[in-house]
């Protein structure tokens, strides 16, 4: 498959690039770019996190549950990270261990249960 259209550009506008590609609902597109681009540039969250989007909405769940794992590993109160992990570990009907992500997303929201 060629993929010059997708890695084409600066970073910049690859991360624009793959921002229309989610905003249009192609998320296979979106990933993608988004794929050379985290290899670039692997310490930046947003690429990773919008990648990890990507797959998850397009039901490649184990890809968005690796790299929603590298940025928990990184930051651990990345809530958002935190919800999608727990979100996709369900997906995959691994309930047990998506709880735990879940209600550490939800501590680090400030969604407490009312006593």
Do not use: C, N
């Not at 935190?82 to 969604?111: C, V």
Request: aromatic residues 8%; negative net charge.
């Amino acid at each position: 498959m060629d993929t010059t259209y997708y890695d084409h550009g600066t970073p910049a506008e690859r991360w624009e690039r793959a921002q229309l590609f989610f905003d249009a609902k192609d998320f296979t597109a979106a990933a993608r770019v988004l794929d050379g681009l985290v290899e670039e540039v692997p310490e930046q969250t947003g690429p990773r996190l919008l990648l990890a989007r990507a797959y998850y909405h397009s039901a490649q769940l184990k890809r968005a549950e690796s790299e929603l794992r590298i940025i928990v590993e990184r930051d651990p109160v990345e809530h958002y990270a935190r919800l999608l992990l727990g979100r996709t570990l369900q997906r995959q009907s691994r309930d047990e261990e998506a709880d735990s992500h879940l209600r550490i997303a939800s501590a680090l929201a400030g969604d407490f249960e009312q006593v």
